[in-house]
């Protein structure tokens, strides 16, 4: 079940931390133990697939995530908006499990 989260702003330049909590189609928590997750941030052009990203799992039965994208995969990055994409995959299930806008605000 794809959840589109609240617009997040972040400068150009920052290093950039989400939190995320991920559920599953009842709502529940989602058990990610043995998930593969993956994050994106696009504009058609510009893609940032898990490079020089730190995605960490803080609760794997709660399905509780931290994305950490640090200042030197930002610093190119053009003032816009921008979506991001999170993926799951357990087993033999691949399920796009956020989007949303992300905000970049021109930095220094």
Same mark, same amino acid.
């Given at each position: 079940?794809?959840?589109?989260?609240?617009?997040?702003?972040?400068?150009?330049?920052?290093?950039?931390?989400?939190?995320?909590?991920?559920?599953?189609?009842?709502?529940?928590?989602?058990?990610?133990?043995?998930?593969?997750?993956?994050?994106?941030?696009?504009?058609?052009?510009?893609?940032?697939?898990?490079?020089?990203?730190?995605?960490?799992?803080?609760?794997?039965?709660?399905?509780? +995530?931290? +994305?950490?994208?640090?200042?030197?995969?930002?610093?190119? +990055?053009?003032?816009g908006e921008y979506s991001d994409i999170l993926r799951?995959?357990?087993?033999?299930i691949t399920d796009t499990m956020w989007t949303?806008? +992300?905000?970049?605000?021109?930095?220094?």
């Amino acid at each position: 079940m794809t959840t589109v989260h609240d617009l997040h702003s972040f400068y150009a330049g920052d290093d950039w931390q989400i939190n995320g909590s991920l559920f599953d189609e009842n709502g529940d928590p989602l058990d990610v133990t043995n998930a593969t997750i993956d994050w994106a941030l696009r504009d058609g052009a510009l893609s940032i697939v898990n490079v020089n990203i730190t995605l960490q799992v803080l609760d794997p039965v709660n399905g509780k +995530i931290k +994305i950490f994208v640090p200042s030197a995969s930002t610093t190119s +990055i053009v003032a816009g908006e921008y979506s991001d994409i999170l993926r799951v995959t357990i087993g033999a299930i691949t399920d796009t499990m956020w989007t949303g806008a +992300i905000f970049v605000k021109e930095g220094l």
